[in-house]
């Protein structure tokens, strides 16, 4: 059974710095695609980063390139998200996810395996 456990949320005020890490048990985390998404109040889950299978080619959300940086570690099966600059609309729960396929999508439901989330929230 694969299993995503995301770690590094908390209370941060706006400008600064936090980094989250998602430790992937039970499965091959090197062939995955990675994602993290996020969801705040009211609001529908969506897409922040991905990363391929090697680690070479990242994406981002409009709203947080140049601000947070997606990276792994498949010695570790880890993936990561450094966020910078942060702002309080990036006050949200904050999931790591697995991709099987590999489709590279930037869909929730195309995401197989999830972790349970981690808060991020960020005080003006």
């Known amino acids: 059974q694969v299993q995503l456990v995301e770690s590094g949320g908390g209370l941060v005020q706006a400008g600064g710095s936090l980094r989250l890490s998602c430790a992937v048990s039970?499965?091959?985390?090197?062939?995955?695609?990675m994602g993290w998404f996020r969801q705040a109040p009211g609001k529908e889950r969506e897409f922040v980063a991905r990363?391929?299978?090697?680690?070479?080619?990242?994406y981002y959300a409009d709203s947080v390139k140049g601000r947070f940086t997606i990276s792994r570690d498949n010695a570790k099966n880890t993936v990561y998200l450094q966020m910078n600059s942060l702002r309080p609309e990036d006050t949200a729960i904050y999931y790591c996810?697995?991709?099987?396929?590999?489709?590279?999508?930037?869909?929730?439901?195309?995401?197989?395996?999830w972790g349970q989330g981690t808060q991020v929230t960020v005080s003006s």
């Open positions: 996810a697995a991709d099987k396929a590999g489709a590279g999508s930037r869909d929730p439901a195309e995401y197989d395996y």
């Open positions: 039970g499965g091959t985390f090197s062939s995955y695609v």
């Open positions: 990363i391929t299978r090697s680690g070479i080619s990242t």
